[in-house]
Each structure stands twice: as C-alpha cells, then as structure tokens.
C-alpha cells in the first residue's frame, strides 16, 4: 500500500527530477516519440542573428541527441519554465532567458518587441495560439513538431487504483494530455473519482479543469515541479486546518 499523498501526472521528460520527492508517486501517462520530419525542418533552420524558444525539456533532448551543440548556434534562447532552461544552458544555448509566468505565456512579453527569425521545435501536443503574433511579427518563423506524445492505453493500474482507493490527497497535473489520461483510466475502471485537492501546472491547464467537470485547481507563481507540488502540499494542509476547525 503507498503511503504518498500526491500523486503527479507526467506526460514526459520535461517536468524535472528522475525520481520523486518524498510524498509524492510519478504516473507516466505518455511515452515521448521523435518526429524524424519536424526535426529535419528543425535541424535546416538558419540559427544566424535567430532566436530560439523551447517550451519543454523534451525538445532540449531529442535535438541534443541528434545534433549536439546544436542550441549554442542561436544569438539568443527562451524558455518556458527553469527546468527547460536549465536543459537549453548545458546544451550550450547562449542567453537563455525563462519567462517570469508559466508556459508561452511568460515567453510571448519577453519578444514583444522583436522581429528576429524564430525557431519553437515543439511536441505535438503544444498550443500554438499564444504564440501567432511572433508568428505575424517574425521574419523568418518555423515551428516544427520535433516529437510526439503517444499517451499510454494503460498506465500503471496500481496507482490508479490508488487514487480510486482515496489513498492519495492530491493531484499534480504536469499537463492537460496527462489529465486526459488520467481521467480515461478513471472511467475505463468504472469508479468515481475521490475527492481531492488539485493543481495545475499552469493557467490554461487549470481553465481546462472546468470543461471536465473538476474542482478549481491550485496554480503556483512559477511552472515549475516543485512549485506545484509546493501548491498542492499546501492546498491540502489548508483544507485540513479548515476541516479541524469546524469540528472545534
């Protein structure tokens, strides 16, 4: 039986440490696929005087591991979030820059103002509405989808048991892929779901939580893992403390 409180849906590589905080229990929800065709396009871009954004570690990985030094050739890098741009630096991107908000909504201010070549290698399951007016403004724009995230048609039945069994409080969600996972394991067991305390990566993952009928969720300052889970963690204490209080 787990004794951890959280439980964190993970779509790939790209949400930090290889092994869990104390407390907390990963589901994979997706494997990570290269997409040889977007990464070509990726690998043809023309990095003079370009800039280059990535949102996850996923892409910082798969180009690494075709091409290494590959970021180094790009005058400036962005990203979203401190664990992608940690990746970007020790692959020898040159000034990495992370957004101050969570996801393309804290990069699109940073290049406000620019009209540089851009190049976002992205996964297939990224949105690229928030970023059309760089589209518009840039001289040169490409946006290849570098991989794929194939969601798993069944991940780990013990945890998802668990959650059923209401033996977690929370529930971390990385992205919105990895929720729909979640949620299509939930209603394949035919169970309901428990009550929980849940949190979000970032705003428009959490805007999506009412479309499926779920509890407002926690949003950190920061897209970053250990904020989430910081969020979530401190969530439930909260509703804790609120529950002993009308007891008293």
């Known amino acids: 039986m787990t004794t951890a409180k959280i439980l964190l849906l993970r779509s790939g590589i790209e949400e930090g440490a290889e092994a869990p905080?104390?407390?907390v229990d990963f589901l994979m929800t997706h494997e990570v696929v290269p997409a040889p065709q977007g990464i070509a396009e990726a690998l043809s871009?023309?990095?003079r005087g370009a800039f280059l954004i990535a949102t996850s570690r996923s892409t910082v990985v798969v180009l690494e591991a075709v091409r290494p030094g590959f970021f180094?050739?790009?005058e400036r890098a962005f990203a979203a979030g401190t664990v992608t741009g940690r990746a970007l630096s020790a692959a020898g991107a040159r000034q990495v820059e992370v957004g101050a908000a969570p996801g393309a909504e804290g990069i699109v201010p940073l290049l406000r103002?620019?009209?540089?070549p851009l190049l976002w290698p992205h996964g297939s399951d990224a949105d690229p509405e928030p970023f059309e007016p760089l589209e518009e403004r840039s001289i040169r724009w490409s946006a290849p989808v570098v991989y794929?995230?194939?969601?798993?048609?069944?991940?780990?039945?013990?945890l998802v048991r668990a959650l059923l069994d209401g033996r977690y409080a929370g529930v971390a969600v990385s992205s919105l892929a990895a929720l729909d996972v979640l949620l299509g394991a939930v209603r394949a067991?035919?169970?309901?779901l428990p009550q929980v305390r849940w949190g979000a990566i970032g705003p428009g993952t959490a805007r999506a939580f009412a479309q499926r009928n779920l509890p407002v969720p926690v949003v950190p300052s920061r897209a970053r893992l250990t904020d989430?889970?910081?969020?979530v963690t401190a969530a439930i204490a909260a509703a804790g403390d609120g529950a002993l209080r009308k007891e008293q």
């Open 45 to 47: 871009f023309d990095p």
């Open 189 to 192: 067991s035919g169970r309901p």
């Open 228 to 231: 989430l889970i910081d969020s």
């Open 148 to 158: 794929e995230k194939r969601p798993l048609s069944r991940p780990d039945p013990g």
């Open 113 to 116: 103002d620019t009209s540089a």
């Open 72 to 74: 180094g050739r790009f």
């Open 21 to 23: 905080p104390e407390g």
